[in-house]
Protein backbone atom coordinates (compact mmCIF):
# COMPACT_ATOMS: atom_id res chain seq x y z
CA UNK A 1 0.00 0.00 0.00
CA UNK A 2 1.10 3.43 -0.79
CA UNK A 3 2.64 6.05 2.37
CA UNK A 4 -1.29 6.55 3.28
CA UNK A 5 -2.71 10.49 3.63
CA UNK A 6 -3.95 10.17 7.08
CA UNK A 7 -4.02 13.64 8.91
CA UNK A 8 -2.12 13.01 12.72
CA UNK A 9 -3.80 16.05 14.29
CA UNK A 10 -6.95 17.49 12.86
CA UNK A 11 -7.64 19.32 15.75
CA UNK A 12 -4.64 21.67 14.51
CA UNK A 13 -6.45 22.80 11.58
CA UNK A 14 -7.71 26.33 10.67
CA UNK A 15 -11.36 26.74 9.84
CA UNK A 16 -11.29 26.97 5.89
CA UNK A 17 -7.70 25.32 5.86
CA UNK A 18 -7.42 22.71 2.39
CA UNK A 19 -7.88 19.09 2.74
CA UNK A 20 -5.65 17.59 2.57
CA UNK A 21 -3.75 20.10 4.33
CA UNK A 22 -1.66 22.05 1.67
CA UNK A 23 -2.60 20.97 -1.29
CA UNK A 24 -3.40 22.99 -3.92
CA UNK A 25 -5.81 20.30 -5.43
CA UNK A 26 -7.68 19.44 -2.66
CA UNK A 27 -11.43 18.74 -3.34
CA UNK A 28 -12.29 18.80 0.85
CA UNK A 29 -12.24 21.96 2.90
CA UNK A 30 -12.36 22.08 6.53
CA UNK A 31 -15.34 23.02 8.51
CA UNK A 32 -14.57 22.36 12.55
CA UNK A 33 -17.31 23.31 14.16
CA UNK A 34 -21.23 22.65 13.40
CA UNK A 35 -21.54 26.59 13.54
CA UNK A 36 -19.05 26.60 10.78
CA UNK A 37 -21.41 24.43 8.48
CA UNK A 38 -24.25 26.29 8.97
CA UNK A 39 -22.10 29.72 7.90
CA UNK A 40 -21.18 27.71 5.06
CA UNK A 41 -24.54 26.92 3.99
CA UNK A 42 -25.85 30.19 5.08
CA UNK A 43 -23.37 32.32 3.04
CA UNK A 44 -21.98 33.35 6.63
CA UNK A 45 -18.68 35.80 5.65
CA UNK A 46 -17.13 35.34 8.22
CA UNK A 47 -16.91 31.34 6.80
CA UNK A 48 -17.01 32.68 3.04
CA UNK A 49 -13.98 34.96 3.77
CA UNK A 50 -11.73 31.96 5.57
CA UNK A 51 -12.02 29.48 2.67
CA UNK A 52 -9.20 28.49 1.19
CA UNK A 53 -10.34 25.51 -1.09
CA UNK A 54 -14.05 23.36 -1.10
CA UNK A 55 -15.27 20.54 -2.90
CA UNK A 56 -14.81 21.80 -6.14
CA UNK A 57 -18.24 21.57 -7.91
CA UNK A 58 -19.44 23.48 -4.62
CA UNK A 59 -16.80 25.82 -4.86
CA UNK A 60 -14.43 27.01 -7.97
CA UNK A 61 -11.34 26.70 -7.33
CA UNK A 62 -9.64 29.91 -7.07
CA UNK A 63 -7.05 29.67 -9.27
CA UNK A 64 -9.67 28.96 -11.96
CA UNK A 65 -11.50 31.32 -11.27
CA UNK A 66 -8.49 34.06 -11.42
CA UNK A 67 -7.57 32.42 -14.67
CA UNK A 68 -11.69 33.17 -16.06
CA UNK A 69 -11.32 36.83 -15.12
CA UNK A 70 -8.02 36.87 -17.03
CA UNK A 71 -9.96 35.68 -19.74
CA UNK A 72 -12.72 37.75 -19.41
CA UNK A 73 -10.52 41.08 -19.24
CA UNK A 74 -9.16 39.84 -22.34
CA UNK A 75 -12.15 38.97 -24.07
CA UNK A 76 -13.78 42.32 -23.62
CA UNK A 77 -10.96 44.93 -23.63
CA UNK A 78 -8.28 43.16 -25.45
CA UNK A 79 -5.00 41.80 -25.38
CA UNK A 80 -3.46 44.56 -24.40
CA UNK A 81 -5.40 45.64 -21.40
CA UNK A 82 -5.86 42.30 -20.06
CA UNK A 83 -1.50 41.69 -20.72
CA UNK A 84 -0.98 44.29 -18.15
CA UNK A 85 -3.31 42.65 -15.11
CA UNK A 86 -1.63 41.44 -11.55
CA UNK A 87 -1.74 38.19 -10.26
CA UNK A 88 -5.31 38.92 -9.29
CA UNK A 89 -6.95 39.70 -12.94
CA UNK A 90 -8.83 42.65 -11.51
CA UNK A 91 -9.83 44.50 -14.25
CA UNK A 92 -12.94 45.80 -16.28
CA UNK A 93 -14.86 42.88 -17.35
CA UNK A 94 -18.06 45.43 -18.31
CA UNK A 95 -20.17 44.03 -15.75
CA UNK A 96 -19.88 40.43 -16.99
CA UNK A 97 -18.46 37.08 -15.35
CA UNK A 98 -17.18 34.15 -16.53
CA UNK A 99 -16.21 30.74 -15.91
CA UNK A 100 -14.00 27.85 -17.59
CA UNK A 101 -15.61 24.90 -18.99
CA UNK A 102 -14.16 21.67 -20.76
CA UNK A 103 -15.53 21.78 -24.15
CA UNK A 104 -18.00 23.51 -26.58
CA UNK A 105 -21.08 21.06 -26.82
CA UNK A 106 -20.97 21.81 -22.66
CA UNK A 107 -20.36 25.50 -22.93
CA UNK A 108 -23.24 25.59 -25.44
CA UNK A 109 -25.60 23.62 -23.19
CA UNK A 110 -24.86 26.42 -20.19
CA UNK A 111 -25.58 29.39 -22.64
CA UNK A 112 -29.16 27.58 -23.49
CA UNK A 113 -29.38 26.93 -19.12
CA UNK A 114 -29.06 30.33 -17.85
CA UNK A 115 -31.51 32.31 -18.90
CA UNK A 116 -34.01 29.68 -18.75
CA UNK A 117 -33.39 29.21 -15.08
CA UNK A 118 -33.46 32.75 -14.26
CA UNK A 119 -36.57 33.34 -11.65
CA UNK A 120 -35.68 37.22 -12.62
CA UNK A 121 -36.81 36.96 -16.46
CA UNK A 122 -39.97 38.47 -17.36
CA UNK A 123 -39.46 38.33 -20.93
CA UNK A 124 -38.71 34.70 -22.94
CA UNK A 125 -35.64 33.75 -21.98
CA UNK A 126 -32.41 35.30 -24.51
CA UNK A 127 -29.58 33.06 -24.46
CA UNK A 128 -27.70 36.07 -26.82
CA UNK A 129 -26.61 37.41 -23.40
CA UNK A 130 -24.38 34.35 -22.85
CA UNK A 131 -21.19 34.59 -24.86
CA UNK A 132 -19.20 31.29 -25.59
CA UNK A 133 -15.43 31.81 -27.01
CA UNK A 134 -12.75 29.78 -28.18
CA UNK A 135 -9.53 30.74 -26.34
CA UNK A 136 -5.91 28.97 -27.58
CA UNK A 137 -2.64 28.49 -26.22
CA UNK A 138 -1.36 31.66 -27.91
CA UNK A 139 -4.29 33.92 -26.69
CA UNK A 140 -6.26 34.24 -29.22
CA UNK A 141 -10.44 33.94 -29.18
CA UNK A 142 -13.08 33.52 -31.08
CA UNK A 143 -16.32 33.62 -30.70
CA UNK A 144 -18.96 30.36 -31.01
CA UNK A 145 -21.99 31.32 -32.63
CA UNK A 146 -25.76 30.26 -30.75
CA UNK A 147 -26.72 28.31 -33.73
CA UNK A 148 -23.54 26.89 -34.93
CA UNK A 149 -23.21 23.14 -34.69
CA UNK A 150 -20.43 21.71 -32.52
CA UNK A 151 -17.37 21.18 -34.49
CA UNK A 152 -15.01 18.98 -34.11
CA UNK A 153 -11.91 20.65 -31.77
CA UNK A 154 -8.42 21.02 -33.54
CA UNK A 155 -5.77 18.91 -32.53
CA UNK A 156 -3.71 20.56 -30.14
CA UNK A 157 -0.30 19.50 -28.28
CA UNK A 158 -1.21 17.82 -24.75
CA UNK A 159 -1.53 20.82 -22.21
CA UNK A 160 -1.85 23.13 -24.78
CA UNK A 161 -6.00 22.23 -25.87
CA UNK A 162 -8.23 25.00 -26.22
CA UNK A 163 -10.34 26.17 -22.88
CA UNK A 164 -14.05 27.45 -23.54
CA UNK A 165 -14.64 30.52 -21.67
CA UNK A 166 -18.55 30.89 -20.83
CA UNK A 167 -19.43 34.91 -19.84
CA UNK A 168 -22.56 36.25 -18.54
CA UNK A 169 -24.16 38.90 -16.59
CA UNK A 170 -23.57 39.37 -13.27
CA UNK A 171 -27.65 38.96 -12.82
CA UNK A 172 -27.19 35.19 -13.75
CA UNK A 173 -24.14 34.58 -11.12
CA UNK A 174 -25.96 32.15 -9.18
CA UNK A 175 -27.60 30.40 -12.43
CA UNK A 176 -23.93 30.28 -13.61
CA UNK A 177 -23.29 28.47 -9.93
CA UNK A 178 -25.95 26.05 -10.32
CA UNK A 179 -25.03 24.49 -13.43
CA UNK A 180 -20.83 24.31 -12.24
CA UNK A 181 -22.33 22.14 -9.75
CA UNK A 182 -24.43 20.22 -11.13
CA UNK A 183 -23.35 18.93 -13.91
CA UNK A 184 -19.10 19.07 -13.17
CA UNK A 185 -18.23 20.35 -16.81
CA UNK A 186 -15.81 23.01 -15.24
CA UNK A 187 -11.84 22.94 -15.28
CA UNK A 188 -9.87 21.16 -12.40
CA UNK A 189 -7.66 23.01 -10.81
CA UNK A 190 -4.66 21.34 -12.42
CA UNK A 191 -5.52 22.93 -15.85
CA UNK A 192 -6.14 26.33 -14.91
CA UNK A 193 -2.74 26.09 -12.74
CA UNK A 194 -1.11 24.75 -16.02
CA UNK A 195 -2.46 27.78 -17.72
CA UNK A 196 -1.47 30.76 -15.94
CA UNK A 197 2.11 29.36 -15.64
CA UNK A 198 2.64 27.94 -18.90
CA UNK A 199 0.45 30.31 -21.48
CA UNK A 200 2.85 32.15 -23.02
CA UNK A 201 0.49 35.04 -23.38
CA UNK A 202 -0.74 35.26 -19.72
CA UNK A 203 2.88 36.51 -18.76
CA UNK A 204 2.52 35.42 -15.09
CA UNK A 205 5.78 34.44 -14.34
CA UNK A 206 8.91 33.13 -16.29
CA UNK A 207 7.62 30.31 -18.57
CA UNK A 208 8.71 26.65 -17.07
CA UNK A 209 10.87 24.19 -19.38
CA UNK A 210 7.94 21.74 -20.28
CA UNK A 211 8.26 17.52 -20.63
CA UNK A 212 7.88 17.00 -24.57
CA UNK A 213 4.63 16.83 -25.48
CA UNK A 214 4.73 12.97 -27.17
CA UNK A 215 6.63 11.91 -23.83
CA UNK A 216 3.85 12.98 -21.97
CA UNK A 217 1.02 11.89 -24.38
CA UNK A 218 2.70 8.46 -24.09
CA UNK A 219 2.69 8.78 -20.31
CA UNK A 220 -0.78 9.95 -20.01
CA UNK A 221 -2.05 7.44 -23.03
CA UNK A 222 -0.29 4.52 -20.88
CA UNK A 223 -1.92 6.15 -17.64
CA UNK A 224 -5.76 6.01 -19.00
CA UNK A 225 -5.57 2.26 -20.26
CA UNK A 226 -3.65 1.32 -16.95
CA UNK A 227 -7.08 3.35 -15.04
CA UNK A 228 -9.28 1.35 -17.88
CA UNK A 229 -8.21 -1.78 -17.44
CA UNK A 230 -8.04 -1.58 -13.67
CA UNK A 231 -11.60 -0.71 -13.92
CA UNK A 232 -12.73 -3.38 -16.05
CA UNK A 233 -10.85 -6.15 -14.18
CA UNK A 234 -12.87 -5.03 -10.79
CA UNK A 235 -16.08 -4.78 -13.03
CA UNK A 236 -16.05 -8.13 -14.40
CA UNK A 237 -17.48 -11.45 -12.75
CA UNK A 238 -15.74 -14.86 -14.38
CA UNK A 239 -18.51 -16.55 -12.07
CA UNK A 240 -20.91 -15.03 -13.99
CA UNK A 241 -19.27 -15.32 -17.40
CA UNK A 242 -19.14 -11.64 -17.17
CA UNK A 243 -16.13 -10.18 -18.67
CA UNK A 244 -15.59 -6.47 -19.06
CA UNK A 245 -13.27 -5.04 -21.87
CA UNK A 246 -10.88 -1.91 -20.91
CA UNK A 247 -13.03 -0.55 -24.40
CA UNK A 248 -16.15 -0.88 -21.93
CA UNK A 249 -15.01 2.10 -19.51
CA UNK A 250 -15.25 5.43 -20.58
CA UNK A 251 -13.54 7.98 -18.18
CA UNK A 252 -14.25 11.84 -17.58
CA UNK A 253 -13.21 14.70 -15.55
CA UNK A 254 -15.74 14.06 -13.18
CA UNK A 255 -18.63 11.58 -11.24
CA UNK A 256 -20.84 14.06 -12.36
CA UNK A 257 -20.48 14.04 -15.95
CA UNK A 258 -19.97 10.32 -16.11
CA UNK A 259 -23.70 10.33 -14.73
CA UNK A 260 -24.32 13.21 -17.50
CA UNK A 261 -23.25 11.73 -20.24
CA UNK A 262 -24.94 8.59 -19.89
CA UNK A 263 -28.30 10.01 -19.42
CA UNK A 264 -27.61 12.15 -22.34
CA UNK A 265 -26.37 8.93 -24.27
CA UNK A 266 -29.76 7.21 -23.55
CA UNK A 267 -32.14 9.72 -24.96
CA UNK A 268 -30.45 9.29 -28.05
CA UNK A 269 -31.60 5.44 -27.90
CA UNK A 270 -35.21 7.16 -28.82
CA UNK A 271 -36.94 10.42 -30.14
CA UNK A 272 -39.01 12.66 -27.66
CA UNK A 273 -42.42 13.95 -28.20
CA UNK A 274 -44.62 16.09 -26.78
CA UNK A 275 -46.91 13.32 -25.90
CA UNK A 276 -44.15 11.03 -24.79
CA UNK A 277 -41.58 13.29 -23.05
CA UNK A 278 -37.62 11.57 -21.65
CA UNK A 279 -38.68 10.31 -18.51
CA UNK A 280 -36.42 8.91 -15.94
CA UNK A 281 -36.90 7.08 -12.52
CA UNK A 282 -34.67 8.15 -9.08
CA UNK A 283 -35.10 5.21 -6.94
CA UNK A 284 -33.93 6.40 -3.29
CA UNK A 285 -32.39 9.49 -2.51
CA UNK A 286 -29.49 10.00 -4.29
CA UNK A 287 -26.56 12.25 -4.37
CA UNK A 288 -27.48 16.08 -4.45
CA UNK A 289 -27.01 16.59 -7.89
CA UNK A 290 -28.21 13.61 -9.87
CA UNK A 291 -31.69 14.78 -9.55
CA UNK A 292 -30.90 18.12 -10.54
CA UNK A 293 -28.50 17.13 -13.36
CA UNK A 294 -31.30 15.40 -14.58
CA UNK A 295 -34.22 17.12 -14.44
CA UNK A 296 -32.48 20.85 -14.67
CA UNK A 297 -30.05 20.39 -17.20
CA UNK A 298 -30.83 17.37 -19.52
CA UNK A 299 -34.56 18.01 -19.19
CA UNK A 300 -36.00 14.47 -18.03
CA UNK A 301 -39.27 14.53 -16.22
CA UNK A 302 -38.09 12.44 -13.26
CA UNK A 303 -40.41 10.72 -10.38
CA UNK A 304 -38.78 9.68 -7.03
CA UNK A 305 -39.13 6.51 -5.10
CA UNK A 306 -37.95 5.37 -1.73
CA UNK A 307 -35.62 2.55 -0.65
CA UNK A 308 -39.00 -0.07 0.12
CA UNK A 309 -40.83 -2.32 -1.31
CA UNK A 310 -43.60 -0.62 -1.52
CA UNK A 311 -41.91 1.48 -3.78
CA UNK A 312 -40.81 -0.67 -5.64
CA UNK A 313 -44.85 -1.95 -5.88
CA UNK A 314 -45.78 1.66 -6.81
CA UNK A 315 -43.35 1.49 -9.84
CA UNK A 316 -44.42 -2.08 -11.16
CA UNK A 317 -48.54 -0.48 -10.95
CA UNK A 318 -47.24 2.71 -13.14
CA UNK A 319 -45.28 0.52 -15.48
CA UNK A 320 -48.15 -2.04 -15.69
CA UNK A 321 -50.26 1.01 -16.34
CA UNK A 322 -48.53 1.80 -19.93
CA UNK A 323 -48.64 -0.31 -23.27
CA UNK A 324 -45.80 -2.84 -23.37
CA UNK A 325 -44.92 -2.62 -26.63
CA UNK A 326 -41.64 -2.67 -28.69
CA UNK A 327 -43.67 0.02 -31.09
CA UNK A 328 -45.24 2.31 -28.08
CA UNK A 329 -42.52 4.51 -26.07
CA UNK A 330 -41.72 3.19 -22.50
CA UNK A 331 -42.88 4.98 -19.47
CA UNK A 332 -39.66 5.43 -18.36
CA UNK A 333 -36.58 5.81 -20.71
CA UNK A 334 -34.34 4.82 -17.60
CA UNK A 335 -34.08 4.28 -13.66
CA UNK A 336 -30.77 5.56 -11.16
CA UNK A 337 -30.07 4.77 -8.01
CA UNK A 338 -27.26 4.11 -5.97
CA UNK A 339 -26.12 0.95 -4.20
CA UNK A 340 -25.68 1.60 -1.00
CA UNK A 341 -27.05 4.75 -0.94
CA UNK A 342 -25.91 8.07 0.50
CA UNK A 343 -26.21 9.16 3.21
CA UNK A 344 -28.11 6.31 4.77
CA UNK A 345 -26.14 3.77 3.11
CA UNK A 346 -29.45 1.56 2.48
CA UNK A 347 -29.45 -1.29 -0.91
CA UNK A 348 -32.15 -1.31 -2.99
CA UNK A 349 -33.70 -4.45 -4.09
CA UNK A 350 -31.18 -4.78 -7.39
CA UNK A 351 -32.51 -8.15 -8.86
CA UNK A 352 -36.31 -6.74 -8.66
CA UNK A 353 -35.13 -3.45 -10.30
CA UNK A 354 -33.22 -5.33 -12.81
CA UNK A 355 -36.70 -8.00 -13.65
CA UNK A 356 -38.50 -4.57 -14.08
CA UNK A 357 -36.05 -2.91 -16.42
CA UNK A 358 -36.05 -6.14 -18.88
CA UNK A 359 -39.71 -6.90 -18.89
CA UNK A 360 -40.48 -2.73 -19.16
CA UNK A 361 -37.61 -1.74 -21.78
CA UNK A 362 -36.13 0.89 -19.69
CA UNK A 363 -32.24 1.03 -18.46
CA UNK A 364 -31.07 0.52 -15.11
CA UNK A 365 -28.10 2.71 -14.25
CA UNK A 366 -26.15 2.01 -10.85
CA UNK A 367 -23.85 4.69 -8.90
CA UNK A 368 -21.64 2.49 -7.26
CA UNK A 369 -19.24 5.05 -5.79
CA UNK A 370 -20.05 4.63 -1.95
CA UNK A 371 -20.21 0.41 -2.32
CA UNK A 372 -17.39 0.01 -4.89
CA UNK A 373 -16.09 -3.05 -6.78
CA UNK A 374 -13.83 -3.91 -4.58
CA UNK A 375 -16.77 -4.81 -1.80
CA UNK A 376 -19.59 -5.65 -4.30
CA UNK A 377 -20.25 -7.06 -7.69
CA UNK A 378 -23.31 -5.51 -9.17
CA UNK A 379 -23.00 -5.01 -12.97
CA UNK A 380 -24.49 -8.16 -13.96
CA UNK A 381 -28.00 -6.84 -12.26
CA UNK A 382 -27.65 -3.44 -14.33
CA UNK A 383 -26.74 -1.84 -17.76
CA UNK A 384 -24.33 0.79 -16.40
CA UNK A 385 -22.54 1.88 -13.47
CA UNK A 386 -21.33 5.41 -12.72
CA UNK A 387 -18.28 5.87 -10.19
CA UNK A 388 -17.28 9.22 -8.89
CA UNK A 389 -13.40 8.02 -8.68
CA UNK A 390 -12.49 11.63 -6.85
CA UNK A 391 -13.60 9.33 -3.60
CA UNK A 392 -12.62 6.26 -2.50
CA UNK A 393 -10.78 5.16 -6.04
CA UNK A 394 -8.23 8.09 -5.63
CA UNK A 395 -8.66 8.29 -1.62
CA UNK A 396 -5.99 11.36 -1.87
CA UNK A 397 -8.92 13.91 -2.03
CA UNK A 398 -6.36 16.02 -4.39
CA UNK A 399 -8.23 14.89 -7.70
CA UNK A 400 -11.17 14.58 -9.63
CA UNK A 401 -12.59 11.81 -12.08
CA UNK A 402 -15.01 9.70 -13.48
CA UNK A 403 -16.03 6.52 -14.66
CA UNK A 404 -18.83 4.61 -16.90
CA UNK A 405 -18.92 1.01 -17.31
CA UNK A 406 -20.97 -0.48 -19.71
CA UNK A 407 -22.27 -4.27 -19.07
CA UNK A 408 -21.43 -6.39 -22.12
CA UNK A 409 -24.43 -8.66 -21.99
CA UNK A 410 -26.62 -5.71 -21.84
CA UNK A 411 -29.07 -5.07 -24.66
CA UNK A 412 -27.82 -1.73 -24.88
CA UNK A 413 -24.16 -2.27 -25.10
CA UNK A 414 -24.12 -1.62 -28.62
CA UNK A 415 -25.59 1.54 -28.89
CA UNK A 416 -24.89 3.12 -25.80
CA UNK A 417 -21.13 2.18 -26.61
CA UNK A 418 -21.39 3.44 -30.12
CA UNK A 419 -22.27 7.36 -28.25
CA UNK A 420 -20.57 7.36 -25.50
CA UNK A 421 -17.18 5.58 -27.69
CA UNK A 422 -17.43 6.58 -30.65
CA UNK A 423 -14.77 8.61 -32.14
CA UNK A 424 -16.54 12.13 -31.37
CA UNK A 425 -17.46 11.72 -27.81
CA UNK A 426 -14.20 9.62 -26.68
CA UNK A 427 -11.68 12.72 -28.14
CA UNK A 428 -13.69 15.43 -26.35
CA UNK A 429 -13.95 13.10 -22.74
CA UNK A 430 -9.77 12.45 -23.56
CA UNK A 431 -9.11 16.34 -23.99
CA UNK A 432 -11.65 17.47 -21.09
CA UNK A 433 -10.21 15.35 -18.63
CA UNK A 434 -6.49 17.12 -17.84
CA UNK A 435 -3.33 15.08 -18.46
CA UNK A 436 -2.09 16.12 -14.67
CA UNK A 437 -5.43 15.09 -13.37
CA UNK A 438 -5.59 11.58 -15.46
CA UNK A 439 -1.70 10.57 -13.54
CA UNK A 440 -2.65 11.49 -10.58
CA UNK A 441 -5.73 9.07 -10.36
CA UNK A 442 -3.73 6.47 -11.74
CA UNK A 443 -1.18 7.11 -9.35
CA UNK A 444 -3.70 7.09 -6.61
CA UNK A 445 -5.33 4.54 -7.56
CA UNK A 446 -2.96 1.64 -7.70
CA UNK A 447 -3.42 0.42 -3.83
CA UNK A 448 -7.11 0.86 -4.05
CA UNK A 449 -8.65 -2.70 -2.60
CA UNK A 450 -6.40 -2.63 0.29
CA UNK A 451 -7.38 0.88 1.09
CA UNK A 452 -11.49 0.05 1.16
CA UNK A 453 -10.72 -3.42 2.93
CA UNK A 454 -8.74 -1.34 5.41
CA UNK A 455 -10.83 1.83 5.77
CA UNK A 456 -14.20 -0.74 6.02
CA UNK A 457 -13.01 -2.53 9.20
CA UNK A 458 -12.60 0.32 10.60
CA UNK A 459 -15.85 1.48 9.85
CA UNK A 460 -16.92 -1.51 11.73
CA UNK A 461 -15.22 -0.75 15.00
CA UNK A 462 -17.34 2.81 14.76
CA UNK A 463 -19.84 1.64 13.79
CA UNK A 464 -19.71 -0.94 17.05
CA UNK A 465 -18.96 2.11 19.25
CA UNK A 466 -22.00 4.37 18.15
CA UNK A 467 -24.42 1.50 18.31
CA UNK A 468 -23.56 0.50 21.94
CA UNK A 469 -23.70 4.20 22.93
CA UNK A 470 -26.93 5.20 24.52
CA UNK A 471 -27.22 9.13 22.76
CA UNK A 472 -27.41 7.42 19.62
CA UNK A 473 -30.57 6.56 18.11
CA UNK A 474 -29.85 5.13 15.02
CA UNK A 475 -26.78 4.22 12.92
CA UNK A 476 -27.08 3.84 8.80
CA UNK A 477 -24.46 1.09 7.50
CA UNK A 478 -25.01 -2.00 5.51
CA UNK A 479 -23.79 -4.64 8.36
CA UNK A 480 -26.75 -5.07 10.49
CA UNK A 481 -29.13 -2.78 8.61
CA UNK A 482 -32.86 -2.89 7.47
CA UNK A 483 -30.80 -3.95 4.10
CA UNK A 484 -28.08 -5.81 4.22
CA UNK A 485 -29.35 -9.20 2.91
CA UNK A 486 -29.81 -7.27 -0.04
CA UNK A 487 -26.14 -5.83 0.10
CA UNK A 488 -24.73 -9.38 0.88
CA UNK A 489 -26.05 -10.61 -2.41
CA UNK A 490 -23.77 -9.01 -4.29
CA UNK A 491 -20.97 -9.34 -1.94
CA UNK A 492 -17.44 -10.25 -3.16
CA UNK A 493 -15.30 -12.99 -1.27
CA UNK A 494 -13.76 -11.23 1.24
CA UNK A 495 -15.68 -8.11 0.66
CA UNK A 496 -16.61 -5.94 3.38
CA UNK A 497 -19.42 -3.71 4.42
CA UNK A 498 -17.51 -0.25 3.49
CA UNK A 499 -16.40 2.78 4.84
CA UNK A 500 -19.28 5.08 5.49
CA UNK A 501 -21.01 5.44 8.27
CA UNK A 502 -24.46 7.86 9.12
CA UNK A 503 -25.74 8.35 12.66
CA UNK A 504 -28.79 10.39 13.68
CA UNK A 505 -28.60 11.15 17.81
CA UNK A 506 -31.75 10.96 19.85
CA UNK A 507 -31.50 14.79 20.29
CA UNK A 508 -30.38 17.71 18.01
CA UNK A 509 -28.03 19.39 20.64
CA UNK A 510 -26.31 16.01 21.11
CA UNK A 511 -25.11 15.70 17.31
CA UNK A 512 -23.63 19.11 17.37
CA UNK A 513 -21.65 18.45 20.34
CA UNK A 514 -20.46 14.74 19.00
CA UNK A 515 -19.36 16.81 15.69
CA UNK A 516 -17.54 19.84 17.47
CA UNK A 517 -16.10 17.08 19.82
CA UNK A 518 -14.77 14.82 16.56
CA UNK A 519 -11.12 15.94 16.46
CA UNK A 520 -10.85 14.42 12.69
CA UNK A 521 -11.26 16.57 9.78
CA UNK A 522 -14.19 17.92 8.54
CA UNK A 523 -16.02 18.46 5.20
CA UNK A 524 -17.21 17.57 2.26
CA UNK A 525 -16.59 14.45 0.02
CA UNK A 526 -15.96 11.13 1.30
CA UNK A 527 -13.62 8.15 0.59
CA UNK A 528 -10.60 10.09 1.88
CA UNK A 529 -7.49 8.36 3.10
CA UNK A 530 -7.89 10.52 6.60
CA UNK A 531 -11.32 10.41 8.49
CA UNK A 532 -13.87 12.68 7.03
CA UNK A 533 -16.64 13.95 8.88
CA UNK A 534 -19.19 16.19 7.81
CA UNK A 535 -23.11 17.52 8.70
CA UNK A 536 -24.47 15.95 5.56
CA UNK A 537 -27.92 17.96 4.95
CA UNK A 538 -26.89 21.21 5.67
CA UNK A 539 -24.02 21.04 3.18
CA UNK A 540 -26.10 19.58 0.48
CA UNK A 541 -29.93 20.50 1.32
CA UNK A 542 -29.92 23.77 3.61
CA UNK A 543 -32.54 25.27 1.39
CA UNK A 544 -34.51 22.31 1.19
CA UNK A 545 -34.28 20.58 5.01
CA UNK A 546 -38.06 20.01 5.16
CA UNK A 547 -37.96 17.87 1.68
CA UNK A 548 -35.00 15.59 3.16
CA UNK A 549 -36.37 14.77 6.14
CA UNK A 550 -39.64 13.12 4.22
CA UNK A 551 -36.82 10.85 3.52
CA UNK A 552 -35.38 9.95 6.44
CA UNK A 553 -32.19 12.51 5.63
CA UNK A 554 -32.57 14.67 8.97
CA UNK A 555 -30.83 18.32 9.42
CA UNK A 556 -28.67 16.85 12.62
CA UNK A 557 -27.53 13.72 10.33
CA UNK A 558 -23.80 13.02 10.89
CA UNK A 559 -21.65 11.63 8.19
CA UNK A 560 -18.37 9.69 8.45
CA UNK A 561 -16.32 8.74 5.80
CA UNK A 562 -13.95 6.40 8.04
CA UNK A 563 -10.16 6.32 7.06
CA UNK A 564 -6.92 4.72 7.23
CA UNK A 565 -6.09 5.76 10.54
CA UNK A 566 -4.57 3.74 13.16
CA UNK A 567 -7.56 1.83 14.95
CA UNK A 568 -6.74 3.45 18.66
CA UNK A 569 -6.06 6.59 17.24
CA UNK A 570 -9.95 6.53 15.78
CA UNK A 571 -11.35 4.72 19.24
CA UNK A 572 -9.84 7.30 21.25
CA UNK A 573 -11.20 10.75 19.43
CA UNK A 574 -14.69 8.74 18.52
CA UNK A 575 -14.92 7.56 22.09
CA UNK A 576 -14.09 11.24 23.39
CA UNK A 577 -16.47 12.83 21.38
CA UNK A 578 -19.69 10.41 22.50
CA UNK A 579 -18.81 11.26 26.04
CA UNK A 580 -19.06 15.28 24.85
CA UNK A 581 -22.28 14.01 23.45
CA UNK A 582 -23.84 12.30 26.67
CA UNK A 583 -23.19 15.79 28.89
Known sequence: MRAVNTIAEPEHLLLGSSLPPGDAHGVSVHLPKWADTVGWASREPRVLDAMKAGYPRFFVPRVADQLAMRLLVRQQSGAAAADGLGLDGVGDAGGKLAMLLDSVRHAQACRRALPEWNPRQTQPADSTCVGVYIVTWDGEITAVEEDIPVQPEPTRDIGQEDII????????????????????????????????????????????????????????????????????????????????????????????????????????????????????????????????????????????????????????????????????????????????????????????????????????????????????????????ICTSLTKMFSGECNVMGGAVTLNPLSPYHGKLKGVLGGTPKKEEAERAWFWGDVLAMERNSRDFRGRVDRASGNAEVVVGMLRGSGVVREVYYPLGGPTQEGYDKYRVEGGRYGFLVSVRFREPARAVAFYDGLDVAKGPSLGTDFTLCCAYTLLAHYKELEWAAEYGVVEDLVRISVGLEERGWLEERVARALRAAEV
Open 165 to 384: LVTYPAELALEAKAFWQHTGFGISSRRATHWLENAPFLKLAAPKPLPSSIETSHTVDQARAALKQRIAIGQSSPATNLHVTPSDVLLFPTGMTAIAETADAIKSLRRATPDSPYRVAVFGFLYVDTYKLLHRVLGYTPTLYKYTPASIDALEASLLSTPNSPNEPPMIDALFTEFPGNPLLQSPDLARLHALSRKYNFLLVVDDTVGTYASLSLLGECDV
